[in-house]
């Protein structure tokens, strides 16, 4: 039993990993639904599952039923109406500096705040982690089709962290870096990492091009690793099945 159990599972594990993949970015899409459908508890909830796994700051979050999509920092240089124009008719801010270069007064009002009826509800899970995800979810479903065709020949990791890592490490550590160091005393860092915010758009696309090179990397290499469990345990079942055979 527990071998035809571990079998199915190597043989359908595609289909499994991208339901799972599905639940997971699925239900911080849910919780912005929820805050508008006024069951205020059960999207409470899951913003208080995915808060250990992600930020979730409301500058950095996709919204829901809302004026915007996106209500990224003015400092972003994005063409939506920055965050800061808000801020002064919400409650959750009043503590909060617009000024950038303020940052820390900045993140846990962000943190806290879930939206209103005007900017709808975020997700929860920050931009780049839903674009990580969902990417993930799609190359996931484009490999099932490709590998039909025959085997897919992995991402080199080289090129994977290259094309995948670099772009994603570039985006968030320099922002990491900028708001760290800025106001400090380390003013050789401060210029070399000047202050600055990434774009939903920078967010959505690097995250994007992460995912996808998660995908070609590492499922080609679980296919041949599933694929060589399955054909043993069939092998041992068929083992099984000559000797049950054998002694009748």
């Given at each position: 039993m527990i071998d035809r159990i571990f079998h199915t599972l190597a043989r359908r594990w595609l289909l499994f990993l991208n339901l799972g993949v599905a639940l997971y970015v699925g239900?911080?899409?849910?919780?912005p639904v929820l805050m508008h459908a006024g069951a205020t508890g059960p999207a409470a909830l899951l913003y208080r599952v995915y808060s250990p796994?992600?930020?979730q700051l409301a500058s950095?979050?996709?919204?829901?039923?809302?004026?915007?999509?996106?209500?990224?920092?003015a400092i972003a240089g994005s063409s939506l109406t920055p965050i800061e124009a808000y801020m002064p008719g919400l409650p959750e801010f009043?503590?909060?500096?617009?000024?950038?270069a303020r940052w820390a007064t900045f993140l846990w009002p962000a943190r806290r705040?879930?939206?209103n009826e005007q900017m709808g509800y975020k997700m929860a899970l920050c931009q780049r982690d839903i674009s990580i995800y969902s990417s993930i979810?799609?190359?996931?479903?484009?490999y099932g089709l490709l590998r039909r065709r025959g085997p897919v020949r992995p991402m080199r990791f080289w090129l994977f962290l290259l094309l995948g890592v670099a772009p994603i490490a570039w985006d968030g550590f320099s922002q990491l870096f900028s708001e760290f160091f800025v106001g400090t005393q380390f003013d050789i860092l401060a210029r070399l990492f000047p202050l600055r915010e990434s774009s939903p758009l920078l967010r959505l696309l690097t995250g994007a091009i992460f995912g996808l090179s998660v995908v070609w990397l590492v499922y080609p290499r679980l296919e041949e690793q599933f694929s060589m469990t399955a054909d043993d345990i069939e092998r041992r079942l068929a083992a099984r099945a000559e000797q049950t055979g054998a002694a009748d």
């Open positions: 239900l911080p899409m849910l919780a796994m992600c930020h950095r979050s996709f919204f829901l039923f809302g004026d915007q999509v996106a209500y990224p920092r009043a503590d909060a500096s617009t000024d950038p705040f879930v939206g979810l799609i190359g996931g479903l484009v």
